[in-house]
Nanobody, 125 residues
Framework: QVQLVESGGGSVQSGGSLRLSCAASGYTYSTYSMGWFRQAPGKEREGVAAIDRDGTTSYVDSVKGRFTISQDNAKNTLYLQMNSLKPEDTAMYYC???????????????????RGQGTQVTVSS
């Protein structure tokens, strides 16, 4: 079955960087759209970034220029490089995968069919 396991979260100060990883298994990685969404306490899930099978990417406006989504198909791994982190980036970050969504639209990542258990990112001012 599809398994997604995130890692790389942690606590950093404002302006710092983190790289999240998502190890995928149980399916042919290159045939699924992938992405990241986050959820802060008391807030709704928010799509952050997505990457389609052809490499098309998209980002929510608040992270453009600071976050970069990438993937290594040979390693079945998705990444999210997060630079210039801000306190408002504090949230649980989830990796997500879906066989049917296409286009690389970040907005749909909370609706993807599969997600991992999440990794916490905390940014202090």
């Amino acid at each position: 079955q599809v398994q997604l396991v995130e890692s790389g979260g942690g606590s950093v100060q404002s302006g710092g960087s983190l790289r999240l990883s998502c190890a995928a298994s149980g399916y042919t990685y290159s045939t699924y759209s992938m992405g990241w969404f986050r959820q802060a306490p008391g807030k709704e899930r928010e799509g952050v970034a997505a990457i389609d099978r052809d490499g098309t990417t998209s980002y929510v406006d608040s992270v453009k220029g600071r976050f970069t989504i990438s993937q290594d198909n040979a390693k079945n791994t998705l990444y999210l490089q997060m630079n210039s982190l801000k306190p408002e980036d504090t949230a649980m970050y989830y990796c997500a995968a879906d066989r049917y969504y296409s286009g690389g639209y970040y907005q749909f990542t909370p609706l993807f069919g599969y997600r991992g258990q999440g990794t916490q990112v905390t940014v202090s001012s």
